[in-house]
């Protein structure tokens, strides 16, 4: 049986709540930002909420970053083989973009000798792998210098290989690291470094890589290579954003982050490219661009294509030149995407059952081995698992052209460090991982199948050890402070973007339900009701089995919703979507 999830309204800082009506916010605005900003925020909140360029971390304070700077500027200067080498998640897609655009549109470096290698998620693994090395190799360009991004700091004994090949490598990258980083690269530039002078830990990797490349700019600009008068790449930062919001980093303790979102969302809907535009008549997006159309719409689509096949399809079509090209390739994303979810809506109900069994048990940390499942779906799965479970979760899936090696995505809750956790594993057993890498809440490891019982065992005992509170949680702002309306969905859109450690607003209330009806065979639920006495339509996706026996006309439920805006056919109008319902006690 599922279990049902806690409510628990969200706690406010005092400090925060005076400081955002002392700096004119809306009552409504002061404490949606004492709900999801620390004390300490109070003493410079509109840095906080809304920084400006002045607020941002200083790049040079960046390890490495000056002497890996003059190295890309005399490769780029003496025409040496530049080899990109990136991850395929969106993350590393839009580090490809980012370094493609910045090295063929600004730094006017010829297109033959650069070469971009993104890692193929099932053949391949994570980081620079020795699949991806082995195609570099394989491809002859000779000596020169490879730039990663969005991996790479724990890939020592492959850039040594490089190394012994010719090729110096350069790591851009904002994943665990161990001291200064791997020995043979030239530069490791991480902002988690144990060296780093850089305030900021929780940044994308795609927005290292553009810190980075600002850097060669400069240094270009100083010898005389591009003119005064050259662009920055500040029209860069819509890609920058996109890749930000989908590695799911911090929004609220990062200044640095919500500045680049939020810029990055202006250019989208400002200066849209033939992707941005292409995406708008897909989604049949009526209004801008947000940080949530590109975490759940854009994000997943561009993730698709790296879960199922080679991720440059993601590159070239945020690369599009044309309309045309942007269309055409729009659509091959789409598809790709409803391939997943259908791959996706098969293994998690494949992995709730063994999930579910395993609470049953008593497991507290829950790992999950799918013989049958995909390696391109399995974090889906577990981020699915987490959501309904409320437990780190690890699904394994087997490795694809490697009999008897499984693969697993990692998913946490707060409280739990996934990183950590696997560091204390390779501690206690060096032998049993065979590659493992992530952050505070995700990652992936590698590990034979015959070994997974004893992972499942170690896994559940670091959940166990960490006193982490486990099981399904919705955090809520409590009720609407008067009936919903437009002026309100403008306040709350004013304090964005929302993101990770900065969520979108849910409010719970009791409510009466005016209509109910089915929709996609009963999977989910249209309702009208009455919300402070005003109706209101509201829209619940994935419905649990058994809904539609109790929500109906005259019910009255608790209902936790966001408030958004719905536009059909040029009318529109305000829209509850539905996280959670249940009948009122």
């Known amino acids: 049986m599922m279990p049902q999830p806690t409510l628990r309204e969200r706690s406010r800082s005092a400090a925060v709540r005076a400081a955002a009506l002392s700096s004119g916010y809306t009552p409504l605005q002061a404490d949606l930002l004492a709900a999801r900003l620390p004390c300490t925020s109070a003493a410079n909140l509109q840095a906080t909420v809304a920084p400006s360029i002045e607020n941002l971390d200083p790049p040079d304070l960046l390890p490495d970053i000056d002497k890996a700077a003059g190295r ?65 190799l394989a491809a002859g360009h000779g000596s020169g210098l490879l730039i990663s991004a969005d991996q790479g700091s724990s890939d020592g004994p492959r850039i040594e290989r490089l190394a012994q090949a010719g090729i110096e490598t350069i790591v851009t990258d904002h994943h665990g690291v161990e001291g200064q980083g791997p020995a043979a690269a030239f530069a490791c530039i991480n902002p988690v470094r144990e060296d780093s002078q850089f305030p900021d830990r929780a940044i994308a990797g795609v927005h290292v890589a553009w810190l980075t490349l600002c850097a060669v700019r400069r240094v270009l600009l100083q010898r005389g290579y591009l003119p005064a008068d050259s662009t920055s790449l500040g029209g860069l930062l819509d890609y920058v954003a996109l890749g930000t919001v989908a590695d799911c980093v911090s929004l609220g303790a990062s200044a640095n982050n919500r500045f680049l979102v939020r810029r990055g969302l202006q250019l989208m809907n400002s200066r849209p490219r033939p992707c941005w535009q292409a995406l708008r008549e897909q989604l049949k997006l009526d209004g801008p661009f947000t940080s949530e159309t590109l975490a759940f719409q854009v994000g997943p689509r561009i993730n698709a294509r790296g879960r199922l096949d080679e991720a440059m399809g993601g590159v070239r079509f945020l690369r599009a030149q044309t309309m045309a090209d942007g269309r055409t390739m729009a659509s091959m994303l789409q598809e790709d995407n409803e391939d997943r979810k259908r791959r996706e809506l098969v293994m998690k109900e494949a992995a709730l059952k063994v999930a579910l069994k395993q609470v049953v048990e008593e497991a507290v940390g829950i790992a999950v081995w799918l013989e049958d499942g995909h390696a391109g779906v399995h974090g889906i799965v577990a981020s699915r698992l987490v959501q309904v479970l409320g437990r780190p979760t690890l699904c394994l899936s087997p490795k694809q052209g490697k009999p008897g090696i499984a693969s697993a995505s990692a998913r946490s809750i707060p409280g739990f460090n996934v990183r950590q956790a696997f560091a204390e594993i390779a501690e206690q057993d ?87 009806k089915a929709l996609c065979e009963g999977k989910h639920l249209k309702l009208t009701m009455a919300v402070h006495g005003r109706p209101i339509a509201g829209i619940w996706f994935n419905i649990p089995d058994g809904t539609l026996d109790w929500a109906r006309p005259g019910a009255q439920l608790r209902v936790v919703f966001e408030l958004g805006a719905n536009t059909y056919r040029g009318n529109t109008t305000l829209q509850a979507i539905i996280a959670h319902a249940r009948q009122a006690a």
Not at 98 to 104: N, S
Not at 461 to 484: H, K, M, N, W
């Open 430 to 516: 060096p032998d049993l991982l065979i590659a493992w890498g992530g952050h505070a809440g995700a990652g992936g490891l590698t590990v034979r199948v015959e070994d997974i019982p004893v992972l499942q065992a170690y896994w559940d005992d670091c959940v166990r050890r960490s006193g982490v509170e486990v099981g399904p949680v919705i955090l809520t702002d409590g009720a609407l402070p008067r009936a919903p309306d437009f002026a309100m969905l403008a306040e709350i859109a004013a304090i964005g973007p929302f993101g990770r450690e900065f969520e979108a607003p849910h409010f719970s209330e009791l409510v009466q339900v005016l209509d109910a």
């Open 72 to 136: 890309i500027a005399d490769a780029i200067i003496g025409r040496e083989a530049i080899h990109l080498c990136c991850d395929h998640d969106v993350d590393g897609v839009t580090s490809m973009t980012v370094l493609r655009a910045a090295f063929l549109d600004y730094f006017h470096f010829p297109a033959e000798k650069l070469h971009s290698w993104v890692s193929h998620r099932m053949r391949e693994g994570y980081g620079i792998s020795d699949g991806v090395v082995d195609r570099i």
